[in-house]
């Protein structure tokens, strides 16, 4: 959407008191992820009364009329139209594809350019800069909102990639769900399940590839699901295999994939192609039959820790996620040490933890022994104490070895800070986070890095090995025993 509205004339602003439009793109996985557009529309409203506010996404797929209500909303836009966001506000502000970027001094009956406010799933608000408006300032009357929300057809959309603000691209190859796991309200706000072209997915690549990404993330909401809308002979792995085949892109790395997906000859091919991050996430939901029964999951605990074990023996060093659901509607006490003691058994390096929240229209909903909110809480808790001693364990064992890492466009922090004056942050294939103190490394960079030591869930190392010549850093402050061998002190 970015993409679409500045090709179409307008320009992004940096404060919600400065922009004539604000768009939001919004989840609602979750009761706190709708809780949280409703308060940035209320912050925007306060630092911009004059300003007219679109949502879209799933939330407005959802809860239109809900949305629409909303003090200094003027346009409500589901799923189903999200593609055509550009082209609704570019009629709206008489905005073109084909408008000149303004000169320094804009003619006088030069069409303004609307100053636009695009605020992405997960935002904070208008920024602490923000001001609020004079008293004199005065909010137009609320107009009725303008919705749009139809059926989700078959098409993809959004296939150009636009990715001018990321280390690391997240390719979208899927979208829409067909499963129908009783919590999840994603098949209804998404669709079902459709994929993009293969030969699209080469292309896509392919021009990341010449922008000079070094890494890029496949992505959808059901990636394991991957070509089976387009051809019984198309599958996500031998898409993986021509990806590899037909582009030179350094490393790939595979987002959230359903157990039932992670086959054998997947983990086979990562553990062999050096191009493929060692890393998965792999969705469990629960630790207990009984409740992934309830949940209409289609996989049970065994295969899921065989899978994990698979994993863990063919890539000894592969980084494995989780994601974690506690309090499902029937969940009872000894259902939940049943998944905690699951959940211990497992060699796993991290887990998102997260408590079940009621959707509506979804079956879980009307299950009646739903689970205080407290108690989910605590068992959230007792899952990532679990889970925390594995990490320690798993950063601990990567002392001394070296890594492949990326380097990212963002400092690393410490506590305490460190002397050194700056400190380059990197993401390893692992998926675990490593500073570089005294290093200057540009973002986007593909080295490798010697780990020295682990903290406060992060490693710090140097440059070290044939990826690092070329790249200037700084090693004066490392103790000389832990300099790459050959490596002189430099002054800039």
Request: glycine share 8%; charged share 20%.
């Amino acid at each position: 959407m970015k993409g679409q509205l500045l090709a179409h004339g307008f320009e992004e602003a940096e404060r919600a008191n400065e922009c004539d439009v604000a768009v939001l793109n919004t989840c609602t996985v979750t009761a706190a992820a709708d809780a949280e557009v409703r308060q940035v529309v209320r912050r925007i409203r306060r630092a911009n009364p004059r300003c007219r506010i679109l949502v879209t996404g799933c939330y407005a797929q959802r809860a239109p009329k809900e949305i629409a209500a909303l003090e200094g909303v003027a346009w409500v836009v589901g799923n189903s139209h999200k593609h055509a966001v550009a082209d609704l506000l570019s009629t709206e502000f008489e905005c073109s594809a084909t408008l000149p970027q303004p000169p320094t001094a804009t003619p006088v009956n030069a069409p303004r350019i609307p100053q636009l406010l695009v605020r992405m799933e997960g935002a904070q608000g208008p920024s602490a800069g923000s001001t609020s408006p004079t008293p004199s300032t005065q909010a137009p009357a609320k107009a009725p909102a303008r919705v749009l929300v139809g059926e989700i057809a078959d098409a993809f959309h959004f296939t150009p990639v636009f990715a001018e603000d990321r280390t690391r691209p997240t390719l979208k190859i899927q979208d829409g769900c067909n499963a129908r796991c009783s919590f999840c309200v994603i098949p209804e706000v998404r669709g079902g399940s459709r994929s993009l072209a293969p030969h699209q997915v080469i292309s896509q690549v392919l021009l990341l590839q010449d922008s000079g990404y070094r890494e890029i993330v496949l992505s959808g909401i059901n990636l394991g699901g991957y070509g089976r809308d387009l051809n019984r002979r198309i599958t996500f792995l031998g898409l993986l295999e021509r990806i590899l085949a037909e582009t030179s892109i350094p490393r790939l790395r595979i987002s959230s994939i359903e157990p039932m997906d992670v086959t054998p000859d997947l983990i086979a091919l990562v553990a062999r192609e050096p191009r493929l991050a060692r890393h998965f996430h792999i969705p469990l939901q629960s630790g207990c039959d009984r409740v992934l029964r309830l949940m209409n999951r289609r996989y049970w605990t065994d295969h899921y820790a065989q899978r994990v074990r698979d994993i863990r023996e063919q890539i000894p060093d592969c980084g494995i996620g989780a994601d974690v659901m506690v309090g499902f509607p029937g969940e009872t006490e000894a259902d939940h040490e049943v998944s905690l003691r699951f959940i211990e058994s497992l060699p796993l390096t991290y887990v998102h933890v997260f408590p079940y929240s009621l959707r509506p229209n979804t079956p879980a909903a009307s299950i009646t022994s739903q689970v205080n909110g407290r108690i989910s809480h605590g068992r959230g808790q007792e899952v990532r104490s679990a889970v925390e001693k594995k990490r320690e364990e798993f950063l601990a064992a990567q002392v001394g070895r070296t890594l492949s890492v990326l380097t990212l466009h963002k400092q690393a922090t410490f506590h305490p800070p460190p002397a050194e004056a700056h400190s380059t942050l990197a993401l390893t294939s692992n998926y675990l986070r490593v500073a570089l103190p005294g290093a200057r490394v540009p973002g986007n960079t593909l080295l490798d890095v010697r780990v020295r030591r682990a903290h406060d869930g992060i490693l710090d190392g140097y440059p070290d090995g044939p990826r690092t010549q070329g790249v200037t850093e700084h090693c004066a402050e490392l103790p000389e025993a832990d300099r790459p061998s050959g490596a002189q002190p430099l002054a800039g």
